[in-house]
């Protein structure tokens, strides 16, 4: 690459040097469940098992381990099931147990970019997936303080975005500010479908008593993944938009944005804050 410098004073040439960068992989993975293509999303390659795991939470497909059979990693040469996949990259195959099935309404209709995690959906009322057990039972609280040290801990926990700059966060921590997981990706949904993932295959949701914190905005499709979880608190470093304040209204869920410095925006359930 060539980088290019401005000089201080508009008389000066402009300094053009080139040199080596690192940049976030991007590259498509498709998710093929029974044997049929389910979704194809463009995610940064790693944790791709826990990507399709966390992805069929986030669809209410799945809700514990003992929902999937096997989950296996394989191109689309080695995959023999439906090639609408084959040449698009690699595929996580996924074989539920027996008894769980894929709705209509879960099946995309076209790719998910690293951008959308609902993209595909025909209507409000497809992605708008609520838990039966409620988030208003997690009466765990929450401190302010705590909260405000979070994104400094998941900036220094984020390996790869220090060479690239170019990868999202998400940070699972417990109420005591102590990090339980993270994951990266170019994809905000992405990276929580792989804590979410993470959390299912080792048996750990629903995950009560946590603080997701995303590295961006938080976005409808967020809200909805921590709900599924079972988080009781999203917080993120940047501006909810007005649905995803509205589904964690409806949800009982605690929505944090603008977390930085010493101050934060709550949106919904401010009763698990803590006053001191």
């Not at 960068?21 to 999303?41: H, Q």
């Not at 394989?74 to 539920?96: E, K, P, T, Y």
């Amino acid at each position: 690459m060539l980088r290019v410098t401005l000089p201080a004073q508009p008389e000066a040439p402009v300094a053009i040097t080139p040199r080596a960068d690192f940049l976030a992989a991007e590259e498509p993975l498709g998710i093929r469940v029974n044997g049929s293509a389910l979704s194809m999303t463009m995610r940064t390659p790693g944790e791709d098992v826990e990507l399709a795991a966390g992805f069929l939470v986030s669809e209410a497909i799945v809700s514990s381990p003992a929902d999937i059979a096997e989950v296996k990693l394989c191109d689309g040469a080695s995959c023999a099931h439906d090639h609408r996949h084959d040449d698009l990259g690699n595929i996580a195959d996924v074989r539920l147990a027996p008894g769980v099935e894929v709705s209509a309404a879960a099946r995309r209709n076209f790719m998910t970019t690293s951008a959308c995690g609902v993209c595909g959906k025909t209507s409000i009322e497809d992605i708008c997936v609520l838990p039966q057990a409620a988030l208003s039972g997690d009466d765990t609280r929450f401190s302010p303080a705590v909260l405000a040290t979070l994104p400094d801990r998941l900036r220094e926990a984020q390996r790869v975005f220090e060479r690239t700059g170019g990868l999202h966060a998400a940070g699972l921590f417990t109420p005591a500010g102590d990090l339980v997981a993270i994951r990266e990706d170019v994809g905000r949904h992405n990276a929580v479908d792989k804590i979410v993932g993470w959390a299912l295959l080792s048996g750990r949701l629903p995950l009560r008593g946590h603080v997701l914190l995303v590295s961006g905005r938080a976005s409808f499709e967020l809200v909805q993944k921590a709900v599924l979880a079972g988080i009781p608190l999203l917080a993120a470093v940047s501006a909810p938009s007005s649905l995803a304040a509205g589904l964690a209204e409806e949800a009982g869920l605690t929505l944090v944005g603008f977390l930085r410095g010493q101050s934060m925006n709550v949106y919904t359930g401010g009763h698990r804050l803590t006053a001191g």
